[in-house]
């Protein structure tokens, strides 16, 4: 037996142990909500029922720039239409798990956006303001995300408060393990919204306790000036003296974060990934920095003063039935993980195989599915 398959077996034994405690960890989770269209992008139409579809982004921008001077067309395929943005596929897989979850985001006004009812109907929701909207470009090697964002600028606190209600706000907080705060990139407020929670998390009564889990993920920061993610890093940092933060990233967003702070990624990033999340987590005084490339993750953290950190390979397939929302599944296996008290390589599969179960069923597992999957996790595939 290797040591993978060891993790992964006792990984499943740990979610096992879990699973009777899952309905007493309350999360909520925040802020966006998107409408998402699963594209596929048209190569060659054949008649009116079959086509051959562009296989690579490579491909696709090369059409795109022999078209620079001229016109050129481009037939879009809607394969499906599906709740997205990161909190909601985030807080899904939450509640397949069998977590109460609470969410707060953009997910319709004056009325639920269709695409959450199923959603609605296993969380308890605070709709601000309209559901954003994603064209999701699928490739055989990524997707190209065109977004349609305006109503993200009404996520405020006031207008959070306004919903949700100051006092159920912070009962919601005070009862949660965990709070999600994710897509910064896209949320223009949000900053001011972690500004808050540093007044607003060590007065609450369960802060007695000690301090409470808080999952940020940036999403893909590229577009934001290195000054406003400096900032924001900065308030991440601050947030950790009031919680335990965990970052989580992607190998992209990893990278990018290192250039803000200074850090030296390496010319191979995704071998030295597991050392790129201990320069970050240090340079950060965070609880955790979690790193999530396509085939594997790797995290480092600091428990009692000791920091560990660890890798694992994650069960990649090569041509999976649904990409889009991998990454928020990784994050909620591993928070998963984090909520259950397993070690860090176990958290790192549960947050792998969640992913990898996910893209092979076009569904996040729940708690037994996601324990048998572990059981006998399947070897990465070669492209």
Not at 41 to 51: C, P
Not at 123 to 132: C, G, L, N, Q, T
Not at 175 to 187: A, Q, R, Y
Not at 296 to 308: D, I, L, P, Q, T
């Amino acid at each position: 037996m290797t040591d993978r398959t060891l993790i992964a077996r006792n990984t499943a034994q740990g979610l096992k142990r879990f699973a009777g405690h899952a309905r007493k960890c309350p999360v909520t989770v925040g802020f966006d909500g998107f409408v998402d269209s699963i594209i596929s992008v048209v190569d060659k139409r054949l008649d009116a029922k079959h086509y051959e579809p562009v296989g690579t982004i490579d491909r696709f921008g090369q059409k795109i720039v022999a078209a620079a001077g001229m016109s050129s067309n481009y037939e879009l395929v809607v394969t499906r239409e599906k709740l997205g943005g990161n909190g909601p596929i985030m807080a899904s897989a939450f509640t397949a798990f069998g977590l109460p979850v609470s969410y707060i985001g953009m997910l319709g006004k004056p009325t639920i956006h269709p695409v959450f009812a199923d959603f609605a109907a296993v969380a308890k929701v605070y709709s601000i303001d309209r559901a954003a909207l994603t064209d999701a470009l699928e490739f055989e090697d990524g997707k190209l995300m065109l977004g349609k964002h305006d109503s993200l600028k009404q996520l405020t606190w006031d207008n959070i408060v306004e919903v949700v209600g100051q006092k159920q706000l912070l009962s919601l907080l005070d009862k949660s393990v965990l709070i999600g705060n994710v897509n910064w990139t896209m949320l223009p407020n949000l900053s001011s919204v972690w500004k808050k929670l540093i007044e607003v998390l060590p007065k609450l009564p369960s802060a007695r306790h000690g301090r409470k889990h808080v999952f940020i993920d940036l999403a893909d920061p590229e577009k934001r000036t290195a000054k406003d993610l400096r900032a924001a890093l900065g308030l991440i940092s601050k947030l950790q003296k009031v919680s335990q933060v965990t970052l989580g990233l992607n190998l992209k967003e990893a990278t990018q974060v290192a250039g803000v702070l200074g850090i030296d990624g390496g010319h191979e990033p995704e071998d030295g990934v597991e050392a790129l999340a201990r320069a970050l987590r240090r340079k950060l005084g965070v609880f955790t920095v979690v790193i999530h490339p396509r085939k594997s993750a790797a995290a480092a953290r600091v428990v009692e003063g000791v920091e560990e950190s660890a890798f694992f390979a994650g069960p990649f397939v090569a041509q999976p039935k649904l990409s889009t929302g991998a990454g928020d599944n990784f994050n909620a296996g591993f928070c998963l993980g984090t909520l259950a008290g397993l070690a860090l390589q176990e958290c790192l599969c549960a947050g792998t195989a969640t992913s990898g179960y996910y893209v092979r069923n076009a569904a996040s597992p729940t708690l037994e599915q996601l324990a048998r999957f572990c059981t006998k996790l399947p070897n990465p595939q070669e492209r």
